[in-house]
Every structure is written in structure tokens, then in C-alpha cells.
């Protein structure tokens, strides 16, 4: 765990640093960057087999056949990445790969976005995302691919749209249930509003509490015949609320009111954040905010096994909304900003750790191969 506990403590230094003379300086900046790149990826490609729930299982299907992955419901994709790995008799190709395309996607999403690239490499270690990718490989290498797909929405090419519909398929191949972020251009149109914010944690708050969430979600889950045939010999994954109780659902409230919050204090200022004169600033606000807000409103399943994998797609936007939480508060609430700054750092810190001591996604201990 000491491992993870430096990585949070070097998350800090660089929000420390996210507006200081070095990051200012191009070099150093990148500098940092190509060093802490390195290490995350010299952490996901030689960590042992047991670190990741899922990991063992990705071991195992590299000395399976095509045919026989093809029968555990695999996708095309990551066959042919695995045909690839074992035909140089190399596995550490598979982290490898997961690491490259999931970060750097996610990395260039955020930049796209106009995210502090310190605050980003942070607040993608303080919410637990790099650590569950150890876990769901197939599902962050979609993540990447959906991620590079979303950086052509903020483009003025022609071909846009083409461009995302090919990476949106090209992480189908990898995880079928990505076809949902086909909605990623609609999100650029909705406006959140901290009125918004509100009633929708009030309403996850009511179907999670009701366990309506769940019956609701249920029928549409059944409906997906890809999840009803892959789990057919295991209906609790399909039907049950998972382990998230009054305790677990504490976070979320918390995220709401800080959602809520951070859109209350800037919901009055002239030159407001939602600078209508820059359409591509609009929509990259209306894309994070309302993408957010739809990672949240899925905690109203109550942590049901499908639903907990749909929301995964979402995580990004949790990291690029918690970067503008820290970085976007005008300087209008200068004591404000700073008690609400240290607020979130501190809680997504306390997350981070809490959930190591749980141990989700099994990667504690950390060990090397």
C-alpha cells in the first residue's frame, strides 16, 4: 500500500504545483509529465498477477485459443490484441496497450477541455481511476478509444462525426456496452445549472434509498441481450444492488453537494465561467457538467453489477469536473475558493485512501512481477 500512498502524496505535490513558475515553464512541465507517465506505466505493465480483480482472469485468457475467448463472450478487439501478444510470446503487451490508449486518451480529452495538465494526472489518481483500471482492462482500453473519439467533437474537421462514430466502434470492439457513448454529442447541449444539480441528487438520493433505482433498471438490463446470455449463469450480477449501503452512498451525496455548490457560487458573476461569447467554451462546460451528472445520477441503481460497469464509461467526467472544481472558481470568492479547493482535494484524498483500505478492485497489496 506504501505504493499508493506515495502516489497520492506526489498527486498533491503536483496540484501544489499546477500554477507555480514551473508549470509555466514548458520544459519542466513536460518534463514532469514524460516522468510521471513513466512511472504509471512501469506500475500497470510490471505489477504482479494478483493486483486487479480482473487481472488473474486476463492472465488466464492470454493461453486461451481465439475460439475459446469467443466462447467467453470476448470481444473481436482484444482477441486480436491477445493473438498479438502471445505471437511474440509477450503478455506485458496487453497492460501495455490498456495503459497507452486509456491515459493518453483521457489525457487528451481533459487538455481538450481545457483541464491543468497537473490537475489532471491528480485528480486521475485521487478518484481512483488509475487504480481501477488494474481491474477492467478491456473496459479502459474503450475508455481511450471513446475518450479519443470525444477530442473531435471540439474540432471544427469536417469529418467529425465520422471520426467519433469510428472510435466509438473501434471501443465496441473492445467492450460491447460502449455503444451507450454514442449520447457523448448530445451532452455538449445540455446545460447544468446548480437548480438542476439539486433535484437530481434529490431523486438519486429517492431511488436509492426506495430501491426504485434498481427495479427500474433492471428490465433494461434483461432487455441487453449481450449482458442477459454473458451472465445468464449468474443472475445475482444482473439483478442485485451490489454492496452499496446508507455508507458507501455517502460520497455521492458529497459530490452532489459540491457539484451543487461550486454552480452556486458562480451562478452570479458577470463574466460568468459559461462564457456564451465562446461557443467551443460552452460546450466543453455543458460536455463535463452534464456527463458528470450522469455518472452521478447511476448511483441510484445502488451499485448493481451492470449498471456499476455502464457508469465506468462516466469516469472521466467525474475527473475533468473535479479538475474545474479546483482550477474554475473565480477569484471574486478568494476565501471562498480556497476553503472549497482544499475541501475537495482533501475529500477525494480521504476517497482515495478509503478505498484502498477496502481494497477495491483487489490491488492491495501491490506487488511486482
Not at 23 to 46: A, D, G, K
Request: charged residues 10%; hydrophobic residues 55%; aromatic residues 20%.
Amino acid at each position: 500500500m506504501s505504493i499508493y500512498i506515495l502516489l497520492i502524496l506526489f498527486s498533491l505535490i503536483l496540484l501544489i504545483l499546477r500554477n507555480s513558475l514551473i508549470y509555466r515553464s514548458l520544459p519542466l512541465r513536460n518534463m514532469i509529465i514524460v516522468l510521471t507517465v513513466l512511472i504509471l506505466f512501469s506500475l500497470t505493465v510490471f505489477r504482479g498477477i494478483t493486483v486487479g480483480t480482473d487481472y488473474p482472469a486476463y492472465n488466464s485468457y492470454y493461453y486461451s485459443s481465439s475460439m475459446a475467448l469467443k466462447m467467453q463472450y470476448i470481444e473481436n478487439g482484444y482477441i486480436l490484441l491477445n493473438s498479438f501478444a502471445r505471437s511474440l510470446n509477450l503478455f506485458i503487451i496487453i497492460p501495455a496497450f490498456e495503459f497507452i490508449i486509456s491515459f493518453f486518451g483521457m489525457y487528451s480529452l481533459a487538455v481538450v477541455n481545457h483541464c491543468n495538465r497537473f490537475s489532471f494526472v491528480s485528480m486521475y489518481i485521487l478518484t481512483y481511476t488509475y487504480m481501477q483500471s488494474f481491474n477492467a482492462l478491456r473496459q479502459f482500453i474503450a475508455i481511450g478509444f471513446i475518450s479519443f473519439g470525444c477530442t473531435f467533437l471540439f474540432t471544427n474537421k469536417k469529418m467529425k462525426m465520422l471520426w467519433f462514430v469510428f472510435f466509438i466502434f473501434l471501443a465496441y470492439e473492445f467492450h460491447s456496452s460502449a455503444l451507450i457513448m454514442l449520447i457523448a454529442p448530445l451532452l455538449m447541449r445540455i446545460v447544468v445549472t446548480y437548480t438542476r444539480v439539486l433535484w437530481a441528487g434529490i431523486i438519486t438520493a429517492g431511488l436509492f434509498i426506495t430501491g426504485l433505482g434498481l427495479k427500474i433498471t433492471q428490465p433494461l438490463i434483461m432487455m441487453n441481450g449481450h449482458y442477459a446470455t454473458k451472465y445468464s449463469d449468474s443472475m445475482m450480477f444482473l439483478t442485485s444492488a451490489g454492496n452499496k449501503g446508507f455508507i458507501q452512498f455517502l460520497p455521492v451525496v458529497i459530490q452532489f453537494l459540491i457539484f451543487f455548490f461550486f454552480l452556486f457560487f458562480n451562478r452570479s458573476i458577470s463574466e460568468s465561467f459559461l462564457d456564451t461569447k465562446n461557443v467551443n467554451i460552452q460546450y466543453s462546460y455543458n460536455f463535463v457538467f452534464s456527463g458528470y451528472l450522469m455518472f452521478l445520477l447511476l448511483y441510484s441503481a445502488g451499485g448493481n453489477g451492470v449498471i456499476d460497469r455502464l457508469q465506468m464509461f462516466f469516469l472521466i467526467f467525474c475527473v475533468m469536473a473535479n479538475i474545474y472544481f479546483i482550477d474554475n472558481i473565480k477569484e471574486k470568492f478568494y476565501k471562498s475558493k480556497f476553503i472549497f479547493q482544499t475541501f475537495v482535494v482533501i475529500f477525494w484524498s480521504v476517497y482515495c485512501i478509503l478505498r484502498l483500505l477496502l481494497n477495491n478492485a483487489s490491488v492491495v497489496p501491490y506487488i511486482f512481477k
